[in-house]
């Protein structure tokens, strides 16, 4: 079983949706990461949180750490956020290094 | 734009040969990380360099080595290539260990 499960694996949305990705994990961290990765493959990072709720945008990610869950929120989604969205978790008992989610692959429809 | 530079962008070669992938990380960044895409493991941790000194290891094959030099650029080493080694190969720079990581747009390495 991995250390960082996210659903759905593929998302399909029309333009204008809101959207939620999900992000679960096992064992302790001390963070979490939400990464975009474009079809050319660069990496964005796009949030490190540690606790509650950061917004920057359209994008909106929570964490909760009792319940060891993280999601992604797109509000008023555009066809240019079809990318695949990946949870990274620092845990606990790995320094700094992060641990990879298999990412979600997001495509909006116009 | 991350601020943190890889070259070669992409990268085709052999089976049996040596190549060397190079990072500049963001400027003030003393730690570097490097991990590697492939599509039957996805993004898996290989190495850290903070300031020069290697930090902590992952699934790095021992045909892999890596250093961080004075000015904190950092190399990745692959000799012995196999066709499995072909993946993208990123590296990402943080001010410090534990602060939010960067990541470079990658090193696509093809071995034929």
């Known amino acids: 079983k991995n250390e960082v499960e996210q659903s759905p694996q593929n998302l399909t949305a029309q333009e204008g949706e809101f959207i939620t990705i999900n992000c679960s994990y096992s064992v302790g961290i001390s963070a979490l990461h939400w990464l975009q990765q474009h079809p050319g493959g660069g990496i964005v990072s796009l949030f490190m949180?540690?606790?509650g709720k950061k917004k920057h945008g359209r994008l909106i990610a929570t964490i909760n750490i009792q319940e060891k869950h993280s999601s992604l929120h797109i509000t008023a989604s555009h066809p240019r956020d079809s990318a695949v969205y990946i949870c990274?978790?620092?845990?606990?008992?790995?320094?700094?290094?992060?641990?990879f989610g298999e990412g979600t692959q997001l495509t909006v429809n116009p | 734009d991350s601020g943190v530079t890889q070259t070669p962008k992409h990268l085709i070669t052999a089976t049996g040969q040596r190549v060397t992938l190079r990072c500049s990380p963001r400027?003030?960044?003393?730690?570097v990380y490097w991990y590697q895409q492939s599509l039957d493991q996805g993004l898996q941790f290989l190495i850290q360099?903070?300031?020069?000194?290697?930090?902590a290891k992952g699934n790095i094959l021992e045909r892999f080595s890596a250093q961080q030099f004075p000015d904190l650029h950092s190399e990745l080493n692959l000799s012995s290539l196999e066709l499995g080694d072909s993946a993208l190969y990123f590296c990402a720079s943080s001010l410090r260990p534990y602060n939010e990581q960067f990541f470079g747009p990658g090193t696509r390495l093809t071995v034929l």
């Open positions: 949180l540690s606790s």
């Open positions: 400027s003030g960044d003393l730690s």
């Open positions: 360099y903070y300031n020069g000194e290697e930090r």
């Open positions: 990274a978790v620092r845990l606990e008992t790995s320094g700094s290094r992060l641990t």
